[in-house]
Each structure stands twice: as C-alpha cells, then as structure tokens.
C-alpha cells in the first residue's frame, strides 16, 4: 500500500493515477476538509473558494482530467475583466484603446510594453522574436534590470513595481525575469479585442474536486489524520505514523507521496527545501450590489491589499443566489507582520475602511458577510535561481527510496502556482513509483 500526505488536488491527483494504475492507495489529510487551498465556504447557491481561483487557456493537464472524470464541459471560459486603480480611479487595461488611454504610461512605454507582452525585444531597433525563448538564459536577471533594459522606466514604475510591490513586497528585488517571461508566457490566451479568457467551472472548483474524490473512492481518504512521522530504514521509507482522535498508529508503507507544503517534508523527512514562502490573506466579502464592474482590480495605492477581485463580475451573482462576492487579497511576507497577526475583525475593519476611501459610493451597509482565510504559506517567493530549488519528484537520492514528492515546491509548479501543477506533480510522482514497481 503506498500512502498520500495531503488531500489537496496534488494528493488527490497522485492517488488517482496510482490507482489508475493499478496500486492501492491510501490519503492521508490533516484537517476535516479536502481540497486544500482550493477550498470553500457556502453561499447562497454554489460554493465559492476561500482564496481566488480560476483556469488560465495554456492549462491542459486539468481541463482533460476534467474530461476523464466527465465533467469537462462544467468548465467555462470567460472574459476577466482587469483594471488598475491609480491615483483614486480604476482604468479598465483589457482592449488596446483602453490601454492606450491609460494616463499613467506614455505612448512610447505602451509600445514598449505591448511588444514585450508579445515576447518581440525590440531593442536596438531590430525586432527579435527569439530573445525571449530561452527562460534559463533569464534566472540569473534581477527583474528590474530586466525591465529597466528591455522596455523603459515608465513601464517599470508606473506599470509592474505596483504589481510586484503587490505579489511580492520588499522580496521583489529578489525575483527573476526568467519567472516575468514564464507569465508571460503562462497567461495564454487573449481576446485581442476585448480582453483575457479565464476558465472557471460550473459550480466551482468543488465541481471537479468532488468527481475526482469519488472516483479515488472516499475510503481510500482519512480526514482528521495527521501524518507525524516516516519510518527510514536502510536508505528506504518502511512505515509512517499518523495522529487521529487522540491516537498514534505507525504502519508499513510501499511508498509515500508528500503532496504538501515543503516544511511538512522537511519535519517528516529532514529535506530541506531553500525555497522561501509568503503566505496570504484573502476575504471573501458578500454585498448586496456589486462594487466595480472589474473581475481583478490591482491596486497600485497606499491600500492595505493588492488587490480586488470581483468574483460576481466574472461568474454571475446568480450563480451564488443573488450574492455579489468581492475577494480582497493581500501576501504576507513575513510570520510576524501586522496582517499575519491581526484578527479577523481588526483586519475587517481596516479594509472596509480602505474600501470605503477608495469608492465613494460603497457604503458598509452594502456588505451582508465578511469571511477572511489565512495561509502562512501561499505562495513562493519566486527568486534568482529558483529552478535549482526545486523539490525533486523522486527523493530517492536525496533521502529515502519510495518518498516522493508533489506540493508546491515542485517544478510543476513554476512559473506559477496552480491547481493544474499540482495534478501534473501528482501525476508526475505515481509515474515515477509505478516504473520503479515495474
Ligand atoms: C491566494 C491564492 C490564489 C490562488 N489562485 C489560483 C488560481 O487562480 N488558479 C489556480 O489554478 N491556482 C491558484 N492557487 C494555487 C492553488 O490553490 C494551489 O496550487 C493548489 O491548491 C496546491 O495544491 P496542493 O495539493 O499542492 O497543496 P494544498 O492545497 O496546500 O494541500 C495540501 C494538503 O495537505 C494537508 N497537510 C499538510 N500537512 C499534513 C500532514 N502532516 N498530514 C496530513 N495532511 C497534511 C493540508 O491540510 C492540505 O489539505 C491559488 C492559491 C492561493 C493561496
């Protein structure tokens, strides 16, 4: 029997394809849910994540395990709508005259800016369509001196420091270009006239996470059962331990798949992964009207978030029984900053507050429910020389024959996070068990 740590999608994933495969499986999830980030409350129709989701068009591995499962067609592509609030006005940045009018760039950095989003470098005068192609030839480049030499400041201040100073605060220095280009590249598709095709299904994630629990079977899942210890005898993992309703049980183990975050492998395992972690703070505010006519407002402001993702102006209120659901998202860098310790209410205060200074038509009385999640870790920091940081699948020379590998450290997920990494570093782990069982 060969044992998941994690019943979020890449633990999920990773038992699937075992089985699938033909090797009984067992899931092992600390809390009382599954899903992991991917998560959700109740609204008054479907349920809606705690932290933000949706699909981007060059995710593949997760629209055919959709497929596979027969819910391929709850998945729907939708116009996002983005905005960038400056200076106390939202500018909507999805069609080219939209962007053109955008005050705070001049024409020559939205050409500079277009060309880069289009991965043509045009220094020098002589467009170059390959420059670009090579990421590793990026992962040593400060992002900065990156922008600084392939576009203008006025695209580096005036468009991406807010947005890095919102996804990474005072570690953005740190990140490389090879991670800019990889979401460059990532991001996929766009109606050139009208804006980006985001995928979300029908119902929510919870659409595609409940199929794929039924079809692993939910008595291969333990809920409440933490995984405290793994057994490591002559260089392979022979037993793990885990704790549920008060009791300790150690059993005999083929193979584990640590499919969580890297520092659940490194107090199990001793592996010590390099990569840093920010963690994030994201609410989810129920109105009763709807606040902006945007899916995903970055906010390039002294406000105390990122940014403001109108989840309704994407997916319909209807769909939530008339709910209109705003997220307000910020990262934490750091265990000890204000917004990792404050409560819940003090933080609710305090983006209201802000809400409130930035739209002169909200009014608190619009807000029927405030609900805020906490994830000490989120996200990576993704930095210089990231990809030798990465967790490896297969940890056999690392630590232990039979222990693999499938959370968020891994290289699937890079240049981004995201459910459809996570399936593929499952897959990618119960491949690599099932050639060894070979
Ligand atoms: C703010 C935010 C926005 C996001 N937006 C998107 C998006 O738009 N699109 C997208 O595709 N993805 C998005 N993601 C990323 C996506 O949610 C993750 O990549 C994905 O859910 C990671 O899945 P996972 O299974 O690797 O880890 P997790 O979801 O973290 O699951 C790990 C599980 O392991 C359990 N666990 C931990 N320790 C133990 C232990 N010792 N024993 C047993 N169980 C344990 C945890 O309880 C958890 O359930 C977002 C994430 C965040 C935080």
Redesign the pocket.
């Known amino acids: 029997m060969y044992h998941v740590?994690?019943?979020?999608?890449?633990?999920?994933a990773a038992a699937y394809s075992l089985q699938q495969r033909g090797h009984e499986v067992a899931i092992?999830?600390?809390?009382g849910?599954?899903?992991?980030?991917?998560?959700s409350y109740e609204t008054a129709g479907d349920p809606i994540e705690k932290?933000?989701?949706?699909?981007?068009k060059s995710?593949e591995t997760?629209v055919a395990l959709a497929e596979e499962l027969g819910v391929g067609d709850r998945i729907e592509w939708r116009l996002g709508k983005n905005a960038y609030y400056v200076d106390g006005e939202a500018h909507p940045m999805d069609t080219p005259w939209e962007i053109l009018a955008y005050p705070h760039m001049s024409v020559y950095d939205i050409f500079r800016l277009g060309m880069l989003t289009m991965e043509i470098d045009v220094r020098g005068g002589v467009p170059s369509f390959d420059t670009y192609d090579d990421l590793s030839e990026f992962e040593d480049v400060p992002i900065k001196q990156f922008l600084l030499e392939h576009t203008t400041r006025g695209v580096y201040e005036n468009f991406f420091e807010p947005l890095l100073d919102a996804k990474f605060g005072d570690r953005k220095e740190d990140v490389s270009a090879a991670w800019l280009l990889g979401r460059i590249k990532f991001r996929g598709e766009r109606d050139l006239l009208r804006g980006e095709i985001l995928g979300y299904p029908d119902g929510g994630f919870d659409a595609l996470l409940d199929p794929l629990v039924d079809a692993v079977g939910r008595d291969t899942v333990r809920t409440n059962?933490?995984?405290?210890d793994l057994g490591i005898e002559d260089g392979a993992v022979t037993t793990i331990t885990?704790e549920a309703d008060g009791e300790t049980t150690t059993q005999e183990t083929d193979g584990v798949v640590v499919?969580?975050?890297p520092n659940?492998l490194e107090?199990?395992a001793g592996y010590r992964c390099e990569i840093d972690f920010q963690g994030?703070v994201?609410a989810v505010v129920t109105m009763d009207r709807p606040l902006t006519d945007t899916y995903w407002l970055n906010v390039a402001d002294e406000a105390p978030f990122g940014a403001l993702i109108e989840h309704t102006n994407f997916v319909p209120p209807e769909r939530y029984g008339g709910e209109h659901l705003l997220y307000v998202?910020s990262?934490v860098q750091s265990d000890e900053a204000w917004l990792a310790t404050a409560d819940d209410d003090a933080i609710e205060e305090q983006w209201l507050d802000a809400i409130d200074g930035m739209f002169p038509a909200f009014d608190r009385d619009h807000v029927e429910r405030f609900r805020l999640a906490k994830?000490p870790?989120?996200?990576p920091i993704y930095e210089r020389g990231y990809l030798d940081m990465v967790v490896p699948y297969d940890l056999e020379d690392d630590v232990a024959d039979g222990l693999y590998y499938?959370?968020?450290a891994s290289e699937a997920?890079y240049p981004?996070?995201?459910?459809?990494?996570?399936i593929v570093?499952?897959f990618e782990c119960a491949k690599r068990i099932d050639r060894k069982a070979d």
């Not at 092992?28 to 809390?31: A, I, K, P, R, V």
């Not at 849910?33 to 998560?39: F, I, K, P, Q, V």
């Not at 932290?51 to 981007?56: G, K, M, W």
């Not at 981004?416 to 996570?422: A, T, V």
């Open positions: 740590v994690g019943g979020g999608i890449a633990g999920l092992l999830e600390g809390s849910d599954l899903g992991g980030l991917a998560a932290f933000y989701h949706h699909l981007s995710e997760i059962t933490l995984v405290t885990t499919a969580t975050m659940v107090e199990l994030a994201c998202a990262y994830a870790r989120a996200a499938a959370g968020m997920q981004e996070r995201s459910l459809d990494g996570g570093a499952g």
